[in-house]
């Protein structure tokens, strides 16, 4: 186990601010969302990504503001600025 406070991984698939995070409920995965209007999910070890929504393009607003896995981690919530909330499959 590292020492407490050593970073273990940086993320820097965005091309916009980062405006949230969520762990995946198996702790394996990271989901952020972004002023990309794109919600990346990626390994926490590794930073890979493994997925990019990309479903709020269309939004004429600047950024996805929110994120979250549901509890089976099979599906992810992501809330735009248009007042839109997106349910969408993962797993």
């Given at each position: 186990?590292p020492?407490?406070?050593?970073?273990?991984?940086?993320?820097?698939g965005h091309?916009?601010?980062?405006?949230?995070?969520?762990?995946?409920?198996?702790?394996?995965?990271?989901?952020?969302?972004?002023?990309?209007?794109?919600?990346?999910?990626?390994?926490?070890?590794?930073?890979?990504?493994?997925?990019?929504?990309?479903g709020?393009?269309?939004?004429?607003?600047d950024f996805?503001?929110?994120?979250?896995?549901?509890p089976d981690?099979?599906?992810?919530?992501?809330g735009?600025?248009d007042?839109?909330a997106?349910?969408?499959t993962?797993?």
């Amino acid at each position: 186990m590292p020492a407490r406070g050593t970073l273990l991984t940086v993320y820097a698939g965005h091309t916009e601010r980062v405006s949230a995070v969520g762990w995946s409920p198996d702790g394996h995965c990271v989901a952020s969302s972004s002023w990309d209007k794109t919600v990346h999910v990626w390994e926490a070890v590794s930073g890979r990504t493994t997925y990019i929504y990309r479903g709020h393009a269309q939004s004429l607003y600047d950024f996805v503001e929110a994120v979250a896995w549901s509890p089976d981690g099979s599906r992810i919530v992501s809330g735009n600025e248009d007042h839109t909330a997106h349910i969408w499959t993962f797993a």
